[in-house]
């Protein structure tokens, strides 16, 4: 009976085990959403994945198109092996990508494209990837070559307050303010200094001018 039993029990946790869907698969790589997130070919559709630890610069920051193009060089259109960790919110696959033995994850860190998303980054290889970031701002590559860049989690919950200012040690008004749908920038005493969309933040003319952003034609800064 006691043998009977054991048997009945093994063949459940065979069951269970047999039942788990494989956490890897591999699949081309068809679309580009931006530096974190790509669409990936799974089981006859587009899969979005979001890149497992790491958080790239909005669409409306600085380095956010360098990031996108950076995914878009080394993995569009290419096979990838995805290795799953979980599901967001959105319904987002969120994992490692790998492009046979590189990781997206990390090279993004290494080359100054990504911070390491500490909020949800919290395996062992978190660690290493901080070390890298460290590494990469050391040598002021990518979006470390900016004075002070803003984590996107800051830019977007609520852009960037005034607390996150302060820590910077920037004054609640500083330099330029620009627009990042207009791409316009302002000066402070311009009355859309502090414009709805207004979340992006230069500290010289020269600056806004090299991040794309055009003068108001009011203030004229």
Same mark, same amino acid.
């Given at each position: 009976? &006691?043998?009977?039993?054991? $048997?009945? #029990?093994?063949?459940?946790? !065979?069951?269970?085990?047999?039942?788990?869907?494989?956490? %890897? @698969?591999?699949?081309?790589?068809?679309?580009?959403?931006?530096?974190?997130?790509?669409?990936?070919?799974?089981?006859?559709?587009?899969?979005?994945?979001?890149?497992?630890?790491?958080?790239?610069?909005?669409?409306?920051?600085?380095?956010?198109?360098?990031?996108?193009?950076?995914?878009?060089?080394?993995?569009?259109?290419?096979?990838?092996?995805?290795?799953?960790?979980?599901?967001?919110?959105?319904? &987002?696959?969120?994992?490692? $990508?790998? #492009?046979?033995?590189?990781? !997206?994850?990390?090279?993004?860190?290494?080359?100054?494209? %990504? @911070?390491?998303?500490?909020?949800?980054?919290?395996?062992?290889?978190?660690?290493?990837?901080?070390?890298?970031?460290?590494?990469?701002?050391?040598?002021?590559?990518?979006?470390?070559?900016?004075?002070?860049?803003?984590?996107?989690?800051?830019?977007?919950?609520?852009?960037?307050?005034?607390?996150?200012?302060?820590?910077?040690?920037?004054?609640?008004?500083?330099?330029?303010?620009?627009?990042?749908?207009?791409?316009?920038?302002?000066?402070?005493?311009?009355?859309?200094?502090?414009?709805?969309?207004?979340?992006?933040?230069?500290?010289?003319?020269?600056?806004?001018?090299?991040?794309?952003?055009?003068?108001?034609?009011?203030?004229?800064?």
């Amino acid at each position: 009976m &006691r043998k009977l039993r054991l $048997v009945f #029990l093994f063949a459940i946790i !065979l069951q269970i085990l047999f039942s788990i869907p494989s956490l %890897a @698969w591999e699949g081309k790589v068809v679309g580009i959403s931006d530096g974190d997130t790509i669409r990936v070919m799974h089981e006859g559709k587009g899969e979005r994945v979001r890149l497992y630890g790491v958080d790239c610069p909005e669409k409306g920051q600085d380095f956010g198109q360098k990031a996108k193009m950076f995914t878009s060089n080394m993995v569009f259109g290419k096979g990838v092996e995805i290795k799953a960790v979980t599901q967001d919110r959105y319904g &987002r696959t969120v994992g490692f $990508v790998y #492009l046979g033995s590189r990781c !997206l994850n990390e090279e993004l860190i290494k080359s100054g494209f %990504a @911070w390491v998303y500490r909020k949800y980054c919290d395996k062992p290889i978190c660690d290493q990837w901080r070390k890298m970031e460290e590494n990469a701002k050391a040598s002021k590559i990518g979006l470390w070559s900016q004075p002070n860049p803003i984590p996107p989690w800051e830019f977007r919950h609520g852009k960037v307050s005034e607390v996150s200012i302060q820590k910077k040690n920037f004054p609640i008004s500083f330099g330029y303010h620009g627009n990042i749908n207009s791409k316009v920038f302002h000066k402070p005493d311009c009355q859309a200094y502090n414009c709805k969309n207004c979340t992006a933040f230069f500290r010289t003319r020269d600056e806004a001018l090299e991040a794309g952003y055009k003068p108001c034609g009011i203030c004229k800064p």
